[in-house]
């Protein structure tokens, strides 16, 4: 059996732990409904935990290393590092653990001046969450076309569209709003054309080239 640790760097436990623990937990959710009493709804598996206990060997002994490993120390900084880093992997070989995780828990000490660094590990199971991406269309809006967003249909109502008036002799605003209809006030006209006409409304030069808004009903 191995046991290995697969993330941002791969590590190897030197020696096999007596035991190791995996627990597990189900969500079920618990109702009371009137007249039955408690009802079990059921509910989802919960994430997998892993425990064990060990020690990184000082030096090599074949009766219980697995195999000739880095100094305590690096051990300890390995295992730090795949901590500290993304997601990792759990494997024990011969056995069906074999799943993403996080480190939970990294506790070590040196106990016995022997310079063997003993250590408690807890690895929790780590499910990835699936979020699902927002698309957004832009509908251009033309006028008296039916545009249909979010469901719900609606006419674009026809905006009517500007005239423009070259001035004459003779002309003023008013004059101007009864030539192009009469729906628009000489005020509206001004407003439009401030930037040709200036500060003051009556100084109007014939060639003026003016944007006449849309009759209003």
Known sequence: MEIWLKGSKKFRFPVLPAEYNVSSSRGNEIVNVNAIGDVDLGGKNGLRTISFSSFFPKHYDSSYCDYRSKSPKKCVETVEKI???SVCKVLITGT????????????WSEKDGSGDIYFSITLKEHRPVSIGT??????PETAGTTVVDSGVERVQPETPAAATYTVVKG???STIARKTGGGTSWQQIYEQNKAVIGSNPNMIQPGMV??????SS
């Not at 069906?96 to 506790?107: D, G, K, L, Q």
């Not at 927002?134 to 509908?139: A, G, R």
């Not at 003016?210 to 009759?215: A, F, S, V």
């Open 210 to 215: 003016l944007t006449i808004p849309g009759n």
């Open 96 to 107: 069906p653990i074999n799943f993403s995780c996080r480190i939970e828990t990294f506790e």
């Open 171 to 173: 002309d003023c605003l």
């Open 134 to 139: 927002s698309k957004v269309t832009m509908i």
């Open 83 to 85: 901590k500290n880093g």
